[in-house]
């Protein structure tokens, strides 16, 4: 079994969230700064991330350069 990243670009995040929502991520920032964690939450102005240590992130759309997650493949 492989894995596969999916790389989606903030104008994608709302119309795609059906996709990552529940899943385990990294979240780029415009300016660089890489968040990781579970997407827990989207709504259409913030974003809502718990990193590995529990804490709650809620971050803005428009601040996000794209949003990059894995996925199982069979090879």
Do not use: C, W
């Not at 968040?35 to 996000?64: M, Y």
């Amino acid at each position: 079994m492989g894995k596969r990243q999916v790389r989606v670009l903030r104008k994608d995040i709302i119309a795609k969230q059906a996709e990552f929502l529940g899943k385990s991520g990294h979240v780029i920032l415009s300016d660089h700064v890489v968040f990781n964690g579970l997407i827990e939450e989207i709504n259409p102005t913030q974003l809502k991330l718990r990193d590995p240590r529990f804490k709650k992130h809620f971050l803005e759309i428009s601040a996000i350069e794209e949003l990059v997650y894995d996925i199982e493949t069979e090879f």
